[in-house]
């Protein structure tokens, strides 16, 4: 199984709809790749919170048409990151006004939506998306042709139980879209390989490059094995970073090493 990492640069001076175009061409361009992933809120920037409200669109929006259409032209399953997700309000007022959401796209290699999943864990300690966006409340997995890869985004990273809950729905594998920053980079990697090595899981982690809302960004996008090796790492700039997975190097490692059969505490 052949996966690809693309680290999109996120350019404010960038037009959206520029880079809409310049991200599903480096999709196409990962034809014979199994599984393509894309940054966390790249349309706008993770920490750009001023553009959320004006950069939101639903599930079927101007980000989900580029990206369908890219992974049906590649023939790849594509998860294509996150989006601001501006959903109807509850109480029937004008659509401007519903909730947003930081919302992860999967599509399968004829362009349907496989996946939604609503960020669990918003960050900003009450404030930017912590308080911009609401919460989503349901762990996510999609099921792909030789392996079931469970969805989180950024923050999820920090809250193990998230994974936990996803291993038990049979995720053998996670994508992690994150828009994460230069600053903390090493907890990056160091979390990337933590949650593989306690769940005996690959982890697809894949982060933006450039500098948005001033806050550089960690690039660095990382795939670690079961055991907790990593098998590829980018550098700070934009870069696809491709690697060859064994997608039965999952089940000989949890038989090999059975840590998981020793759990005791669940939630």
């Known amino acids: 199984m052949r996966a ?20 599903a061409a480096l999709v196409r361009e990962q034809r014979g790749s199994d599984l393509v992933v894309l940054p966390e809120l790249w349309t706008v920037g993770a920490f750009a919170y001023e553009s959320f409200a004006s950069g939101a669109e639903p599930l079927d929006g101007p980000t989900a048409t580029v990206m369908a259409q890219a992974a049906r ?6 998860h294509a990151g ?34 939604a999943y609503r960020k669990i864990h918003r960050f900003g300690f009450d404030k930017g998306e912590a308080v911009l966006m609401d919460a989503g409340t ?52 160091l979390l990337a390989r933590a949650r593989a090595l306690e769940n005996q899981s690959y982890v697809l982690a894949c982060g933006t ?42 089940a000989a490692v949890r038989e090999d090493f059975p840590a998981l059969k020793d759990r005791v505490l669940r939630s």
């Open 73 to 78: 032209d590649a023939g790849v399953w594509l």
């Open 209 to 250: 490059a450039g500098t948005h809302a001033d806050v550089e960004q960690a690039g660095h996008s990382i795939v670690v094995d079961p055991w907790g090796e990593v098998l590829a790492e980018a550098g700070a700039g934009e870069e696809v970073l491709t690697v060859d997975l064994d997608p039965g190097r999952v």
């Open 4 to 23: 690809s990492l693309i680290q999109l640069g996120v350019d404010p001076a960038e037009p959206v709809d520029a880079r809409r175009a310049r991200a």
């Open 82 to 115: 996150s989006i601001v997700e501006r959903t109807a309000p509850a109480d029937g007022s004008a659509a401007d006004d519903g909730p947003l959401y930081n919302t992860s796209l999967v599509f399968s290699p004829t362009g349907e939506r496989a996946a």
């Open 138 to 189: 349901e762990p996510a997995t999609v099921r792909l042709p030789e392996i079931t890869a469970g969805l989180a985004t950024c923050y999820d990273l920090r809250f193990p139980e998230l994974f936990r809950a996803l291993v038990d729905e049979g995720a053998q594998l996670f994508v992690v879209p994150a828009g994460w920053p230069a600053r903390r980079r090493g907890h990056w990697t």
